[in-house]
């Protein structure tokens, strides 16, 4: 049985950031620009080109489906307060000539994991990295780099569930040199795997020096979420890796929603669970972006339901919204490692 948790009292958007500073948040300094003169008379010069666009932090969800498009993206941004979203894509004509230039129309940013699922990358049951460095080397010239640059796509997964291989997983060798593969081909691109720190395989020296950043997803499974959080975040910077965040609202919950979520015998998440869970995870001093698993209007959960149904609710609604706006009070942490602040 898991140790039961205290529900704290439902925030309200005006709350948020008094919750933010009572999460010891370390302070980075803010990027700021001398105000231009204005005259009476003249408008003011145009911003240089060159000027670094600071961007909120980038909070969001995998998937998305249903909700690909400009409507999609605006009503997204306007109800739950998205500012970007991971989806898997191989194809890289669709991905360089519709889905990017929309994402950057609407003001948001993507990651992308750039091959298919295991099965491409697989040879006798084991992980093959030449497989799968030959489904990433599609990429090379596709376009995707102006992208990139404007930051537009924000990071590579480069494997999703790194431990459910038929026979050999990936160690950490393979993963070093599958980022260091990536940057080869799309320098700037940040990497991150879909694993918690504590399970990401400890590489040669101690630290990672090309993958990026690793991903904590939590469960009510994973015990006390403080604890969890501050486990996880001591790992990754053990580890040299940033920290990437976020909620199982679709499998994770401790059961009080009172149905199943997307596998039999998993619940989702209930608005108080994620407004407690969040209200951590989300003030984590060195989380860099904040995805929640899943929002999608297509797929199927157990009982035959749309699973984004289930978050329509509008006390859901409001619970994402919330952690949302908590997550946009976070200090800038740049995940690409040698990077600037974003």
């Given at each position: 049985?898991?140790?039961?948790?205290?529900?704290?009292?439902?925030?309200?958007?005006?709350?948020?950031?008094?919750?933010?500073?009572?999460?010891?948040c370390?302070?980075?300094?803010?990027?700021?620009?001398?105000?231009?003169?204005?005259?009476?008379?003249a408008?003011?010069?145009?911003?240089?080109?060159?000027?670094?666009?600071?961007?909120?932090?980038?909070?969001?969800?995998?998937?998305?489906?249903?909700?690909?498009?400009?409507?999609?993206?605006?009503?997204?941004?306007?109800?739950?307060?998205?500012t970007?979203f991971?989806?898997?894509?191989?194809?890289?004509?669709?991905?360089?000539?519709?889905?990017?230039?929309?994402?950057?129309?609407?003001?948001?940013?993507?990651?992308?994991?750039?091959?298919?699922?295991?099965?491409?990358?697989?040879?006798?049951?084991?992980?093959?990295?030449?497989?799968?460095?030959?489904?990433?080397?599609?990429?090379?010239?596709?376009?995707?780099?102006?992208?990139?640059?404007?930051?537009?796509?924000?990071?590579?997964?480069?494997?999703?569930?790194?431990?459910n291989?038929?026979?050999?997983?990936?160690?950490?060798a393979?993963?070093e040199?599958?980022?260091?593969?990536?940057?080869?081909?799309?320098?700037?691109?940040?990497?991150?795997?879909?694993?918690?720190?504590?399970?990401?395989?400890?590489?040669?020296?101690?630290?990672?020096v090309?993958?990026?950043?690793?991903?904590?997803?939590?469960?009510?499974?994973?015990?006390?979420?403080?604890?969890?959080?501050?486990?996880?975040?001591?790992?990754?910077?053990?580890?040299?890796?940033?920290?990437?965040?976020?909620?199982?609202?679709?499998?994770?919950?401790?059961?009080?929603?009172?149905?199943?979520?997307?596998?039999?015998?998993?619940?989702?998440?209930?608005?108080?669970e994620?407004?407690?869970?969040?209200?951590?995870?989300?003030?984590?001093?060195?989380?860099?972006?904040?995805?929640?698993?899943?929002?999608?209007?297509?797929?199927?959960?157990?009982?035959?339901?749309?699973?984004?149904?289930?978050?329509?609710?509008?006390?859901?609604?409001?619970?994402?919204?919330?952690?949302?706006?908590?997550?946009?009070?976070?200090?800038?942490?740049?995940?690409?490692?040698?990077?600037?602040?974003p």
């Amino acid at each position: 049985m898991h140790a039961v948790r205290p529900r704290p009292a439902r925030l309200v958007l005006g709350a948020v950031a008094a919750l933010a500073a009572i999460g010891g948040c370390t302070e980075v300094p803010a990027r700021t620009e001398a105000p231009l003169a204005v005259s009476k008379t003249a408008a003011p010069d145009p911003e240089p080109a060159s000027t670094p666009k600071v961007r909120p932090p980038f909070y969001g969800f995998w998937g998305l489906n249903g909700h690909v498009s400009p409507e999609g993206f605006a009503d997204l941004q306007d109800r739950l307060g998205i500012t970007g979203f991971q989806v898997a894509h191989s194809g890289t004509e669709w991905t360089v000539e519709t889905l990017l230039p929309m994402v950057r129309d609407a003001g948001l940013r993507v990651t992308l994991r750039m091959t298919d699922d295991h099965q491409p990358s697989t040879e006798d049951g084991d992980f093959s990295l030449p497989k799968w460095k030959e489904q990433v080397s599609g990429w090379r010239d596709s376009g995707v780099q102006e992208f990139i640059d404007d930051g537009t796509l924000a990071g590579h997964m480069l494997l999703d569930d790194i431990t459910n291989f038929e026979g050999r997983d990936p160690d950490a060798a393979d993963l070093e040199e599958m980022a260091r593969y990536s940057k080869e081909l799309m320098p700037g691109l940040m990497t991150f795997v879909r694993q918690k720190a504590t399970w990401m395989p400890t590489p040669e020296g101690g630290r990672y020096v090309h993958v990026d950043a690793a991903v904590n997803q939590y469960e009510a499974k994973e015990g006390l979420v403080d604890v969890y959080a501050t486990v996880q975040a001591d790992r990754a910077a053990a580890l040299g890796l940033g920290v990437i965040n976020g909620l199982n609202i679709a499998d994770g919950g401790d059961g009080s929603a009172g149905r199943p979520g997307w596998r039999p015998g998993h619940y989702p998440m209930t608005a108080e669970e994620i407004t407690a869970y969040g209200t951590v995870l989300a003030q984590v001093p060195s989380c860099g972006m904040f995805l929640n698993w899943e929002y999608d209007a297509q797929e199927q959960w157990s009982d035959g339901t749309i699973g984004a149904e289930y978050f329509d609710q509008p006390e859901l609604q409001a619970a994402l919204a919330e952690l949302a706006a908590l997550f946009a009070t976070h200090p800038p942490v740049a995940l690409l490692q040698d990077a600037p602040t974003p």
